[in-house]
């Protein structure tokens, strides 16, 4: 409980604690309000929610929390203990998965840091996993019913996502081409980087351009099955073929019977249609 003098009727008053925290008190009695934090070491969240009460000894505030789920930059050891006990929460309850995002790009391709967690199920086992969750500690939220739910503990974001963009799923095939690898010290599942190319060539856009690189630098670093890529890239095959030609054009090996492959796949409804009438076909 933190105290501060009495202030008049309808009047403010602020004070900073021994933490850094700047508090203030809105008068009359009992306003529950959210209050900006200046430091972020606090394991709920950058804001926290205060009980103000004018009594006759002052104004109190009691701190509770008000849970954001956006994940901080938290220290190695903290997002690496929270990956754990996501990972053994979903182990435990038979979830079949695969890591996705920072992590898997690391292991796959090029070496980048990641402050979240994105783990990759079946539509059908999303509630289950935040359940698992849950059941380990972490505050959870159905964020969009389309794609994504989320959990959040000590700071750490876990991702939950059922639907990548381009209506991509954890099917039987993908599943079956995980592997287990170690990062760090943890032993988690991964999905092929063949995969890891498609999903992150196909999320990419203006505002996250670190997707289109993290693909470039699996394409530059692993031992990719190109039979597989091409068959799982069929309906991305344009953004694929890009990313590929690209990665030509910097000098990566890229097999050039691949990116025929796709262009056939992109030709193939033309060569399909009949030619527009008084047009004539290429």
């Known amino acids: 409980m933190r105290s501060c003098p009495a202030a008049p009727s309808g009047g403010i008053r602020s004070w900073r604690d021994g933490r850094g925290w700047t508090w203030r008190a809105s008068l009359p009695e009992f306003h529950v309000r959210s209050y900006p934090v200046r430091s972020r070491d606090t394991p709920v969240g950058p804001r926290l929610v205060g009980l103000v009460r004018r009594g006759r000894a002052g104004v109190y505030m009691r701190a509770v929390p008000d849970i954001s789920f956006e994940g901080w930059n938290v220290d190695e050891p903290t997002f690496l203990r929270m990956a754990k006990e996501a990972i053994d929460a979903i182990d435990d309850a038979g979830i079949p998965y695969a890591f996705i995002g920072g992590i898997a790009s690391a292991l796959h391709g090029r070496p980048r840091w990641t402050h979240d967690v994105d783990i990759f199920v079946r539509p059908e086992d999303a509630p289950r996993t935040l359940d698992a969750l849950a059941g380990a500690g972490f505050a959870t939220q159905r964020t969009d019913s389309f794609w994504l739910f989320k959990g959040i503990k000590a700071g750490v974001l876990v991702d939950v996502i059922f639907r990548s963009t381009g209506d991509i799923y954890l099917d039987d095939e993908m599943l079956a081409r995980t592997s287990l690898e170690e990062f760090k010290g943890l032993r988690l599942r991964v999905v092929a980087p063949e995969d890891l190319v498609v999903i992150k060539a196909v999320v990419h856009d203006e505002k996250t351009p670190r997707h289109w690189f ?24 344009r953004r694929v073929a890009s990313l590929l030609l690209y990665a030509q054009s910097n000098d990566i090996a890229v097999p050039a019977s691949a990116i025929r492959s796709l262009i056939d796949v992109i030709l193939e409804p033309e060569a399909a249609s009949p030619a527009a009438p008084g047009r004539m076909s290429a």
């Open 214 to 237: 993290d693909a470039l630098g699996i394409v530059a670093r692993a031992e990719l099955d190109w039979d597989y890529l091409i068959r799982r890239a069929r309906r991305a095959a």
